[in-house]
């Protein structure tokens, strides 16, 4: 079954440390992107890739950086700049720009 | 700037009725809006879309409105059933294209039995 997984389900951190979140897609999509959720919040936008090789920055990419060096993968890494990390994580892929997103099943991340 | 706006945090439903789910957007210029259904610890999933020069697309027991000159737009489920009960985002990409989809804040739906 084709889909986008996302790998840990949950994760704690110590304050200061970078983590790095996992994301593959085997849809064979061009797009990918990081979403993040917080409580009565809408899905925020981190970083999006629409080629291999090349990302952009979404609309909370401070304290975040991504790499896109195959399709199938889009891993984020949370670093110790990003003030306010813990948060549901969410990956998502789409086959072009205007088609429906599809969706990991996030990884809850918790700093302390 | 919220440009996409769920005003209802929550929505209960008697199985079997209708759920409305509504949501309005300040920017005209959106010209594709979707619903996405999210389960706990899931991601969201989508469920139905619509382009801006419709009014309106059914799918099954799911049915999108789209009021333009509102900037409305509103889920209908009929009949509700309990494996509804989920949080519901609208979202809507503008035309730079997906990768500006932007989404509510989600409205938490549950049907009861």
């Known amino acids: 079954d084709g889909g986008i997984t996302q790998s840990p389900k949950y994760l704690f951190r110590k304050e200061g440390q970078n983590v790095t979140l996992s994301c593959e897609q085997n849809?064979?999509?061009?797009?990918m992107y990081w979403y993040r959720q917080d409580p009565g919040q809408g899905l925020r936008l981190i970083y999006y890739s629409q080629i291999v090789n090349d990302f952009q920055k979404g609309d909370i990419a401070e304290g975040y950086s991504v790499s896109r060096e195959k399709k199938e993968s889009f891993p984020l890494t949370v670093t110790s700049a990003q003030k306010n990390p813990t948060a549901f994580y969410l990956c998502?892929?789409?086959?072009?720009?205007?088609?429906?997103?599809?969706f990991g099943n996030g990884t809850r991340l918790t700093v302390t | 700037d919220q440009q996409v706006k769920q005003n209802s945090p929550s929505l209960s439903v008697q199985e079997g009725r209708i759920s409305i789910l509504n949501c309005d957007y300040t920017?005209?210029?959106?010209?594709?809006f979707l619903w996405y259904k999210k389960y706990p610890a899931e991601g969201p999933t989508f469920l139905i879309s619509i382009s801006s020069i419709k009014d309106k697309n059914e799918d099954g027991r799911f049915t999108v409105f789209l009021n333009k000159s509102a900037k409305h737009l509103s889920l209908h489920i009929v009949p509700s059933q309990p494996g509804d009960s989920a949080v519901y985002f609208c979202?809507?990409?503008?035309?730079?294209?997906?990768?500006?989809?932007?989404f509510g804040q989600g409205t938490r739906l549950t049907i009861n039995p």
């Open positions: 998502a892929s789409s086959r072009s720009r205007d088609s429906p997103l599809h």
């Open positions: 979202a809507a990409i503008p035309p730079g294209g997906a990768q500006k989809l932007v």
């Open positions: 920017n005209s210029m959106f010209d594709y």
């Open positions: 849809l064979n999509h061009d797009a």
